[in-house]
């Protein structure tokens, strides 16, 4: 087993130059000592060992030691003796930049790429870049911002073909790990939405696995699964990701939101505020229709909820807020053939569920009135990304711009969030 091998060669051949090196240095552990380092005694030692058999090995071992530290003249000391810049750990196979980052140092960072360290460089294990690396918390925003000044090529991909954008998603868990700032500054370094890894994972699928993981979390991990998606989304929408385009692994953010629209609501509502199809973008015909999934939903939902009036009227609002938003987006209603509506289990309000979807029926056979037909017009003009700040900065009168905006839906209103399954209906 190489690693063994590696480990070996550690403990029996230049280890003990290493430690010399770690102690002079103060260094015990990995950690910086108190006080200032004394770097000419660093000199004097690697002059006295300089003709040691294991002499690169070992000063090449103590830079990737020295580089989780953030002691940059210690690295640039061991650098001028000969030091290799691409020496490989021989346990992890990481090199000094890997450590540099893996330890958020981003001093080190700028300080290694100066000397020549390849910024792009995988390693041999896991083929993670040193930008993968960054991206995967939160804390290494430092080193994430400093590898994309440094040229890092942001859309570079491992074997699998993840970029760093898909790191940054897949290693949030949207409760203890939360890389917001790391997909924006992604993003903003030209990181492709539209990315995809040789197992069809995407941007948009790593929230599709979120927004059904927060089913079966607590109430309020669920909440704080909900607020991540939410920035998630936001960040793909603005850079151009389709969020209705099926795929062949998993459905799409826009289908599994609408599938239990009560519980996911804020994030129905932020989709289709934003110009997300209402129905398979990539299909013809469409795999999947918003007004089936949103009616089914309604109808047992409502079944659900038959003993509890305030709970059922609250599912009618959001049922109607989501289907105006959809008659919004389009100058014209278009309802899946044949579509009819079954009532039964709708108990008091099948009525209220008819007038719906008799509602929808005549907007698809009559005409859109103008002011709907410029509503749709400047909505799309305004995509992709969410339209809220754009409509804001329009010079119109308030009333028009709660017209364009729907006012009345209220799914990003403070407060609103996530709710996991079995969550009490009042």
Request: hydrophobic residues 40%.
């Amino acid at each position: 087993m190489p690693f063994l091998h590696g480990f070996r060669r550690i403990i029996y051949e230049y280890q003990p130059l290493v430690d010399e090196i770690l102690r002079v240095l103060g260094i015990e552990g990995g950690a910086e000592a108190q006080g200032s380092a004394p770097w000419v005694s660093l000199e004097e030692l690697l002059e006295t060992e300089s003709q040691s058999s294991f002499f690169l090995e070992g000063i090449s071992y103590s830079l990737f030691k020295v580089a989780e530290t953030g002691l940059v003249s210690a690295a640039e000391t061991l650098l001028r003796h000969g030091a290799d810049l691409n020496f490989e750990d021989p346990v992890s196979y990481y090199t000094p930049l890997h450590a540099a980052v893996l330890r958020n140092q981003p001093a080190m960072v700028e300080a290694l790429a100066r000397h020549g360290a390849n910024v792009n460089k995988r390693d041999r294990i896991h083929e993670s870049s040193p930008l993968d690396l960054a991206s995967e918390e939160r804390e290494r925003l430092p080193c994430l911002r400093t590898l994309l000044d440094l040229g890092a090529d942001v859309n570079a991909a491992d074997r699998n073909g993840k970029t760093a954008l898909l790191h940054a998603l897949a290693s949030s868990d949207g409760v203890t790990v939360h890389n917001t700032d790391n997909i924006q500054l992604l993003l903003r370094g030209g990181a492709d939405v539209e990315a995809v890894t040789r197992d069809g994972e995407t941007a948009l699928s790593s929230l599709v696995f979120l927004v059904k993981e927060a089913l079966d979390c607590n109430r309020e991990d669920a909440a704080q699964i909900g607020s991540f998606c939410l920035g998630a989304t936001r960040l793909l929408l603005a850079h151009g990701a389709d969020p209705s385009r099926c795929s062949d692994e998993e459905s799409p953010l826009t289908c599994a939101c609408l599938e239990l629209f009560d519980l996911h609501f804020p994030l129905a509502v932020l989709l289709l505020q934003s110009g997300a199809a209402f129905r398979c973008s990539q299909h013809s015909p469409p795999c999947w229709w918003g007004y089936s999934l949103i009616f089914q939903r309604l109808c047992s939902g409502l079944q659900d909820r038959r003993d509890d009036c305030a709970a059922a009227s609250e599912l009618l609002q959001q049922a109607e807020s989501i289907l105006e938003l959809a008659a919004a987006a389009s100058p014209a209603v278009r309802l899946p053939p044949n579509f009819e509506v079954s009532t039964v289990g709708c108990g008091a309000h099948a009525g209220k569920v008819l007038d719906l979807y008799r509602h929808l029926k005549e907007l698809e056979q009559n005409p859109a009135p103008l002011k709907q037909l410029c509503r749709a017009h400047i909505r799309q003009r305004l995509l992709p990304g969410p339209l809220e700040g754009k409509v804001q900065a329009l010079p119109l009168p308030d009333r028009l711009r709660g017209y364009l905006l729907i006012e009345r839906c209220h799914g990003n209103q403070p407060g609103a969030c996530f709710k996991p399954r079995g969550t009490p209906l009042r």
